[in-house]
């Protein structure tokens, strides 16, 4: 049933198992001395025996348990009292102390001192009580005061003892500071291999014992291949900083007696590891840019590229369709001083391949270097037009609403599968003056010829388009370069063979590709300059970068220089190569033997 509650005896706060409750602190905070007053941890057993009976009195405890009346001790306990409170494990003095608390005596320190030199020959006083082991550590461990007391451990469990142990040994050897004695915690001595130190850490500095000014040594070769899955990758993009900042002042900072391949091929393996590349594409990269600008190319193709939407200008304007699209939640704006048509939205609160506006044909979801090669082209009104690699249909209606649906465009392509998404973008674009044929674009000639404009943008490797296609890093090969070389330059003497160079509006050729590799640019276009009766034209594009005249061992014609590249890192868009070709002669020339 319970013990009745007694109105009239004074609450002297809460139990043992009441203080390791939550909400004790406050009922507990009258009964603890203040921190400020009295610096326990630092107190001897005499100066702490001394503050308690200051601060709290003689406690009057009856010889029993059960005996609320019975005659106070006169300031100590009898040694029957004091087994009994080793027994029961040093309870504290909230459950075995019950009596009222009376005014402390007036004895001098002189008289404490001796009282106290007499308690100590097996005698426990009252104070003590406040300074059992079993009191302090509940304290302690239930509000966080400090455990590092003089007595800690003299009265624990073997299991508690080999716990803090375990703990003491752990602590050390994760290299923190130990805090089993107060000299310890003032000295605070951190040797450099253990880390930085607590000022360290409060002003938010980290300190690393590297030195800046240490030249970057390349491990041995032995070592390069076993630390290659030893280390994790910000140790390996720390260390293609350090190969980098070597190679761009190589005569000062190389070490002696290793050669510029080792640091580049050290270069190079690490570059494939960070980035996830294979060594072939990779070792195409570092023949094509800086080390400066290779990095920022590859990191710009970690990152897709901004959506771009082109305005069907058949159907509405772009001011028009900016503020609808603005209304609906998008935040776009003009997508640069060279497009009129184009838009690049940065973010949209409605899916933007599904609003009522696209729907209804007004734009299309194009990419910004795609709408170059149909600039370049600059199709005019009542032309025959070919675009020999039309899918999806992106570039045909462009080209459809630049010649405002007038003339006739022949859109051609191999897959019958992607044609189906160029019917679908036509028939919503609103675009009536295109036929979609399905050939071999390499046998185009024998069907039908006399073309004012032909469009090729051929398929390749897509090595400006990695930030589409992830998979391009690791599964192309010099075969694959060679493999899309040899088509391209079969589809590109193909549609040089559909073009009427007798045209009075015409006679022009683009030739583009969504990839940077020389063998399928400037390798292909030097080609056809030699097979037909051709030549390089401005492409009529003020920005991107000219294309090369001479690469590694290769040398090609002069005019390769109207050519135009464009790099996702200088741009913003996908990696593009157009070129742009006028035919003056419909003879084809004999190859010489």
């Known amino acids: ?43 001897s057993s005499r100066a702490r025996k001394r503050a308690a009976k200051r601060r709290f009195g003689s406690v009057e405890v009856p010889k029993t348990c059960k005996s609320f009346g019975a005659k106070p001790l006169p300031g100590k306990l009898s040694k029957g009292v004091v087994q009994t409170l080793e027994k029961k494990d040093a309870q504290s003095l909230f459950n075995i102390g019950q009596g009222k608390k009376r005014l402390a005596p007036n004895h001098s320190s002189d008289e404490e001192e001796n009282e106290e030199d007499s308690e100590e020959d097996g005698i426990v006083n009252q104070g003590d009580l406040w300074d059992s082991e079993d009191s302090d550590a509940d ?47 003032e000295e605070e001595d951190v040797s450099p291999e253990s880390g930085p130190t607590k000022n360290d850490e409060a002003d938010g500095s980290l300190v690393i014992n590297v030195d800046d000014e240490e030249p970057f ?16 990758l910000l140790q390996v993009h720390k260390r293609i900083q350090d190969i980098v900042g070597v190679l761009q002042d190589f005569g000062v900072q190389r070490e002696k007696g290793r050669s510029r391949s080792e640091y580049l091929n050290r270069l190079q393996k690490d570059l494939a590891t960070y ?63 060279w497009s009129k048509t184009g838009l ?65 465009i022949l859109a051609n392509d191999a897959n019958a599968e992607r044609l189906k998404s160029v019917v679908g973008n036509l028939h919503r674009l609103g675009v009536t003056n295109t036929v979609i044929s399905h050939y071999d674009g390499r046998q185009f000639p024998k069907v039908v010829g006399g073309f004012d404009r032909v469009l090729l943008d051929a398929p390749c490797s897509g090595t400006g ?27 590109l003497l193909s549609a040089i063979d559909s073009v009427n160079a007798t045209s009075k509006t015409g006679g022009y050729l683009v030739y583009c590709t969504c990839s940077i590799m020389v063998e399928e640019n400037e390798w292909v276009v030097d080609y056809a300059l030699k097979k037909r009766n051709v030549r390089l034209v401005p492409t009529g594009l003020d920005f ?49 033997t």
């Open 217 to 232: 040594v390349l491990p041995p070769a032995g070592e390069m291949e076993q630390d290659a899955h030893a280390l994790d």
């Open 465 to 491: 388009v990695i930030s589409k296609d992830p998979t391009v890093k690791t599964n192309k090969d010099e075969k694959d370069i060679l493999r899309c070389a040899h088509l391209q330059k079969e589809l």
């Open 275 to 337: 980035y996830s590349y294979g060594n072939f594409l990779l070792g195409k990269f570092m023949e094509l840019f800086p080390l400066s600008e290779l990095i920022e190319f590859l990191e710009a193709n970690e990152v897709p590229r901004p959506i771009t939407l082109r305005t069907n200008t058949l159907k509405t304007r772009r001011r028009d369709l900016a503020q609808a699209l603005i209304n609906r939640g998008v935040n776009l704006d003009p997508l640069g001083k």
């Open 544 to 592: 991107g970068q000219e294309g090369f005249t001479r690469f590694r061992e290769r040398r090609f014609h002069p005019t390769l220089r109207s050519t135009r590249r464009f790099y996702p890192h200088t741009h913003n868009m996908d990696g593009f190569f157009i070129a742009k070709f006028k035919k003056f002669s419909n003879s084809v020339p004999q190859s010489q």
């Open 344 to 408: 690049v939205v940065y973010d949209s609160s409605v899916p933007i391949g599904a609003t009522p506006e696209y729907l209804a044909g007004h734009y299309m979801l194009q990419g910004a270097s795609s709408m170059l090669p149909v600039m370049a082209l600059a199709p005019q009104e009542h032309e025959r037009i070919l675009d020999m690699c039309c899918a999806p249909g992106g570039k045909t209606s462009y080209i459809a609403q630049l010649m405002k649906n007038t003339g006739v």
């Open 139 to 185: 304290m302690v461990d239930d509000y966080g005061a400090d455990s590092n007391s003089e007595d800690e451990g003299e009265k624990l469990l073997p299991i508690e003892r080999a716990a803090q142990k375990q703990k003491a040994q752990e602590a050390a050897a994760g290299g923190q500071w130990s805090e089993e004695t107060d000299e310890e915690e």
């Open 1 to 43: 049933m319970g013990r009745k509650l007694d109105p009239t005896k004074e609450k002297r706060g809460p139990g043992r198992k009441a203080r390791k409750q939550k909400g004790a602190e406050t009922e507990l905070v009258r009964f603890l001395p203040a921190a400020g007053d009295e610096n326990s941890k630092r107190l």
